[in-house]
């Protein structure tokens, strides 16, 4: 079982960063990959962006590339989304959530495919 906790959520200008935690207990987070999803009001769930934890290999969407940034910190079991030049249309509820995956540098950007998840954390972009 993994436990993840996302922090770092608020309110920021357009223009604005912001730099979201998602901290990991239970197991360490070799064998996953932790992607990042996001749920604006009235729309679905959709991909932003994911690390392969043992390799390092990332992924965005289209979206958010050249603005968005993950990372991973090891001795804290900690994965980070440093989000640059913000915009309205970034704005909702922000999740981690951890994949196990069987192959070095493997990830997927499918819901499904994740087996545990965080309770979420608010961005809101003004205008």
């Known amino acids: 079982q993994v436990q993840l906790v996302e922090s770092g959520g608020g309110l920021v200008q357009a223009g604005g960063s912001l730099r979201l935690s998602c901290a990991a207990s239970g197991r360490t987070l070799s064998s996953y990959a932790i992607g990042w999803f996001r749920q604006a009001p009235g729309k679905e769930r959709e991909f932003v962006a994911v690390i392969n934890w043992k390799s390092g290999n990332t992924f965005y969407a289209d979206s958010v590339k050249g603005r968005f940034t993950v990372s991973g910190d090891n001795a804290k079991n900690t994965v980070y989304l440093l989000m640059n030049n913000l915009k309205p249309e970034d704005t909702a509820v922000y999740y981690c959530?951890?994949?196990?995956?069987?192959?070095?540098?493997?990830?997927?950007?499918?819901?499904?495919?994740?087996?545990?998840w965080g309770q979420g954390t608010q961005v809101t972009v003004s205008s």
């Open positions: 959530a951890a994949d196990e995956v069987y192959y070095v540098g493997d990830y997927s950007t499918k819901e499904y495919a994740y087996d545990y």
